[in-house]
Each structure stands twice: as C-alpha cells, then as structure tokens.
C-alpha cells in the first residue's frame, strides 16, 4: 500500500511501488486528466503537481512519492466547481484545439505562475515545454499571460 494525498484527499493505494502514477491516477483511481503521451517525459501531456512541482507523472514510480501530495488537472478547480485562474484564461483565450496536451500544459502553468508571477516571454520558454501537436503555442501564451493578469487583480 503507498500512502498519499490526491486531489486534497489522503488516500492508500495498493500498488506496486514501481507502477508509473499516472497508470495509478488512470487505472486506480479513475483521473483521466493526466494523459499518456510518450513514455519517456518529453511530451508533458502526463503532468501533474507532486507537492507543488510539475512532475511528469509518467516515469515518476508511485512508490517513490509515498506520502507526497499529488494534485492532478482535475485538483486545480476550486469549491464549488469554480474553475481556477488558468483554467479559466484557457477558456477565455479558446486555446485547446483536440485538447489531450492540455491538462499538463494547465497543471506546467500552475506551477510556473505560482514560483513567476509575472512570466516574460522567456521564462514561459523555459518553463514550459510541454509538446501540443496542433500548434496552439501562441494561445498557450496569451493565456499564461491572461492568468498572471487575473492573479495580479486578486
């Protein structure tokens, strides 16, 4: 049994400690919003937060987290079923087109407005570097950049 909190609930899962956690999040625990890209953590279509940090969650071993908090795309909307602030610029701004990379890029900015508020241009290069086959990088931008504005206004 691993031992961890998922989405603010603490939950133990019976599985093998080597068993990737994105089959223990799809597989065991029915969260389809992390999504098998690559395999090998290139891709981002699998991130999620361990502890605060965007993790791909396919090569992370569940055993390796025991304890940790894992927050996947679905954790981020708020009480209440209001969206957050990213998931909201996302809409706002139309940017997913087949939308399977999207929540790794959601849960990569996430973690990148909380650590850089106020993202340049630069640091949303080097932070996120998430693959979207349909080319929407420039939706993607504006709106990271959208969601530092609404968190700036809070």
Not at 124 to 141: F, K, L, S, V, W
Request: aromatic share 4%; with cysteine; proline share 7%.
């Amino acid at each position: 049994m691993v031992e961890l909190v998922v989405n603010g609930k603490p939950l133990s899962v019976d599985a093998e400690v080597d068993k990737p956690l994105l089959w223990v999040l799809r597989e065991d625990l029915g969260l389809l919003g992390p999504k098998y890209g690559c395999g090998i953590a290139q891709c981002g279509a699998c991130r999620v937060l361990i502890d605060g940090k965007s993790t791909p969650s396919c090569m992370t071993p569940v055993g390796s987290i025991a304890g940790a908090s894992v927050v996947t795309v679905e954790g981020l909307t708020q009480p209440g079923g209001m969206l957050s602030v990213v998931q909201q610029a996302w809409i706002d701004e139309q940017v997913p087109q087949c939308g399977f990379c999207q929540p790794g890029f959601i849960v990569a900015t996430t973690a990148l407005l909380e650590a850089t508020p106020r993202p340049t241009d630069a640091e949303i290069d080097e932070a996120i570097t998430n693959i979207c086959r349909c080319g929407t990088y420039p939706r993607i931008r504006r709106a990271i950049h959208r969601a530092a504005d609404m968190l700036a206004e809070r």
